[in-house]
């Protein structure tokens, strides 16, 4: 099976070769990849190398120019390190860019603290009427990605995974998708967080919700699916508790318990497996069936 990247690089070349109004902006990330898009396209594939405050700068400009730019790199250079040059070249001047990322919260440890980025969504929440997917397979990803790309002129995060499910869902941007039923509560899984929710759900009577897409939050869907119970648990590949207040908005009129689990805030220095970080956080699957059953008894 490809992976997220390898999608996003397949889809954004042929979307290149079909519209001239598309332009990619890289900082050396995944330049290779773009090689031959980059040939057939020189004007439209411009890569800044490691100036991750230019990348935001010059999407920006392209969007002023009437062109629909997508900037790409790791989630921690695309996000948190260049934020100033997104809420004021994009967000400020009100244009609009889709900003794809790699390497989420843990996917490479090897590259140490610089390359991991729990707080991204957090981060982006702190800024209005962004869209932001969270696919959990290549499938969702090209998808979401071709959604994005045509989504007028809003600002869009596409936040890519090396850790992804091994099948994927049917998926209708900004509506959560019904994967098991239950009573007793609903279990929300956020993009590659799937597989291990179903794992460590199975024989407990819940609802299983799947979001591949977090902003804007799917208030409806999760109020229809908890029927009597308000019991919710948000699974999330990023920082805990970063949908914590969508979710306690949307039942804000009726009691309800909310356990948030994700990424915790507090640092890890170890390098290890994406597998590892996983079950550091308490996010494997034999980690969450103790949590969640436990926060439900």
Request: hydrophobic share 45%; proline share 6%; glycine share 8%.
């Amino acid at each position: 099976m490809d992976t997220m990247r390898d999608r996003f690089v397949d889809v954004t070349s042929r979307l290149l070769d079909e519209d001239p109004r598309l332009a990619v902006v890289l900082a050396d990330i995944t330049a290779a990849a773009f090689e031959p898009a980059q040939q057939r396209h020189p004007d439209r594939v411009v890569n800044v190398g490691i100036r991750e405050q230019l990348l935001i700068g010059a999407a920006g400009g392209l969007a002023l120019s009437g062109m629909r730019p997508i900037a790409h790199t790791f989630a921690s250079f695309l996000i948190e390190r260049p934020f100033e040059q997104v809420k004021l070249d994009l967000v400020h001047q009100g244009v609009g860019a889709v900003l794809v990322s790699a390497a989420g919260s843990y996917d490479w440890p090897a590259g140490g603290r610089t390359h991991m980025s729990p707080g991204d969504v957090a981060l982006l929440d702190t800024l209005p009427d962004w869209t932001v997917h969270v696919p959990g397979h290549p499938d969702e990803a090209e998808q979401l990605l071709r959604h994005a790309y045509a989504d007028g002129d809003r600002n869009v995060y596409v936040r890519l995974s090396a850790h992804q499910n091994a099948a994927p869902v049917a998926v209708g941007p900004g509506r959560f998708a019904t994967v098991r039923t239950g009573t007793r509560g609903v279990v929300l899984a956020v993009g590659p967080m799937l597989d291990a929710v179903l794992a460590a759900t199975e024989g407990l009577n819940v609802t299983v919700l799947y979001a591949a897409t977090v902003r804007p939050f799917d208030a409806a869907g999760l109020r229809t699916a908890l029927g009597g119970r308000a019991d919710v648990v948000l699974v999330e590949p990023y920082l805990a508790g970063t949908s914590a207040n969508e979710a306690h908005a949307a039942l804000a009129d009726r009691p309800h318990r909310v356990l948030a689990l994700g990424v915790p805030r507090e640092e890890h220095r170890h390098y290890g497996s994406i597998a590892e970080h996983l079950a550091a956080y308490g996010l494997d699957a034999s980690s969450l069936k103790e949590r969640i059953a436990a926060f439900l008894r």
